[in-house]
C-alpha cells in the first residue's frame, strides 16, 4: 500500500530534550516536506526537500533541523523544543521535484506537545 | 492574509443536503487543489484544477474555478455523515514560489 509513515504518532516532552519525528515514503517519490499545522494557522511549511541531499527552508523553519539522506526517509529533528514547537506536524510527498507537480501525499501526523 | 482563504470558516448541513465551500485568493495561479482531513488525520488530496479549467468533477465532488473572481468553490452533493471533515483549498502560485499555500479551512458537519 502507498503511503507516507511518521513516528511518533504522539509525544510529550520537555523543553530542550532533543526529539526526531521519523518520515519515511515507499512510493519512489522525490518530493518530501514538512508542515505543521495550528489552529486558525492553516499548514504552513517548514521544510522540503527535492531530492536526496537536496533540503531547502520553508516558510517556518527556526528551530528545525531536516535531513535527506536516502529518498524514502524525511526526518524531521528538533534540538531544543520549546512550547512553541507544541503542534500537529505532517510529512507529506509528492513525485515530482517540487510541490506543483499534483497531489501531495500526507502522513497521518504527528502531535507533539513540548512542556 | 493567506494566499487561500476559506468561506464559511464552519458549515453544518443534514444527511442529503449540498455542501458548498469557497476559497478566494490573491494571486495569479498555476492550479489550486482541495483536501480533505479527518479529525486528527492526514490531509487527503480530493481534486486538482488547473488555471486554465473551469470545472472538474469527481464522484459527488465538483469544483469550479473563477480566475477572473480569483476564487474557487466545492460542492459536494448529496453529503453523507462520512464527509464530515475540514476542506482545504492549496494554491500554487508563482509569486509564492510555485510552492503549495493553503487556507486555514472550512469545517464541514453533517448531521445524521
Known amino acids: 500500500e502507498a503511503q507516507v509513515t511518521q513516528n511518533p504518532r504522539y509525544l510529550i516532552t520537555v523543553t530542550g530534550k532533543k526529539l526526531t519525528v521519523t518520515c519515511s515514503q515507499n512510493?519512489?517519490?522525490?518530493?518530501m516536506s514538512w508542515y505543521r499545522q495550528d489552529p486558525g494557522l492553516g499548514l504552513r511549511q517548514i521544510y522540503y526537500?527535492?531530492?536526496?541531499?537536496?533540503?531547502d527552508k520553508g516558510d517556518v523553519p527556526e528551530g528545525y533541523k531536516v535531513s535527506r539522506k536516502e529518498k524514502r526517509n524525511f526526518p524531521l529533528i528538533l534540538e531544543s523544543p520549546s512550547p512553541n514547537q507544541t503542534s500537529l506536524y505532517f510529512c507529506?510527498?509528492?513525485?515530482?521535484?517540487?510541490?506543483?507537480?499534483?497531489?501531495?501525499?500526507f502522513g497521518e501526523g504527528s502531535r507533539l506537545t513540548v512542556l | 492574509s493567506q494566499q487561500g482563504e476559506e468561506d464559511p470558516q464552519a458549515l453544518s448541513i443534514q444527511e442529503g443536503e449540498n455542501a458548498t465551500m469557497n476559497c478566494s485568493y490573491k494571486?495569479?495561479?498555476?492550479?489550486l487543489q482541495w483536501y480533505r482531513q479527518n479529525s486528527g488525520r492526514g490531509l487527503v488530496h480530493l481534486i486538482l484544477?488547473?488555471?486554465?479549467?473551469r470545472e472538474k468533477h469527481s464522484g459527488r465532488l465538483r469544483v469550479t474555478l473563477d480566475t477572473s473572481k480569483k476564487s474557487s468553490s466545492l460542492l459536494i452533493t448529496a453529503s453523507r455523515a462520512a464527509d464530515t471533515a475540514s476542506y482545504f483549498c492549496?494554491?500554487?502560485?508563482?509569486?509564492?514560489?510555485?510552492?503549495?499555500?493553503f487556507g486555514a479551512g472550512t469545517i464541514l458537519r453533517v448531521k445524521s
Open positions: 512510493m519512489n517519490h522525490e518530493y
Open positions: 507529506a510527498s509528492n513525485f515530482g521535484t517540487s510541490e506543483n507537480t499534483g497531489e501531495l501525499f
Open positions: 484544477i488547473r488555471s486554465n479549467e
Open positions: 526537500s527535492m531530492n536526496v541531499e537536496v533540503t
Open positions: 494571486t495569479s495561479i498555476n492550479n
Open positions: 492549496a494554491t500554487d502560485a508563482r509569486e509564492y514560489g510555485n510552492k503549495l499555500v
